[in-house]
């Protein structure tokens, strides 16, 4: 939906992947090769992010949209996403919803309900 937007109104489209940071136990992050772990953890999470994206892209362009950048950053999703699109000027966010009920949505919070809730721009969240 967002590449059929930027294709007709001749819009900028940034994708955005976001690595959700992981803690590690205390008890795990006492031996030796947790750093180790992360990074190798991180690096692959990023070659797959980066995959995603790259795949979105190609589908966009195949669209139309033309003006397209993306990108892939580790951290709190819904706290990064908000992040770049101050950073990055955006206008409209558009995320997807992972459909959970109302109920496991309100225990569990969603990123698409955090990031409504505290943005600063419209937001669009396709089910």
Do not use: W
């Not at 990074?39 to 589908?59: F, H, N, P, W, Y």
């Not at 195949?62 to 993306?70: E, F, R």
Request: hydrophobic content about 45%.
């Amino acid at each position: 939906m967002a590449g059929e937007m930027a294709q007709k109104f001749d819009a900028e489209l940034a994708l955005l992947y976001v690595i959700r940071d992981t803690q590690i136990p205390d008890g795990v992050q006492k031996m030796a090769d947790v750093e180790l772990f992360h990074e190798t953890r991180l690096t692959a999470m990023q070659m797959v992010g980066k995959q995603i994206v790259d795949e979105c892209e190609t589908q966009v362009r195949s669209l139309g949209a033309d003006k397209v950048k993306s990108e892939v950053r580790p951290g709190d999703p819904a706290g990064v996403i908000l992040h770049y699109a101050d950073e990055a000027d955006i206008d409209l966010i558009v995320m997807g919803s992972r459909g959970l009920g109302n109920l496991e949505g309100m225990l569990m919070g969603s990123v698409s309900r955090k990031v409504t809730n505290l943005s600063k721009v419209a937001c669009l969240t396709i089910k």
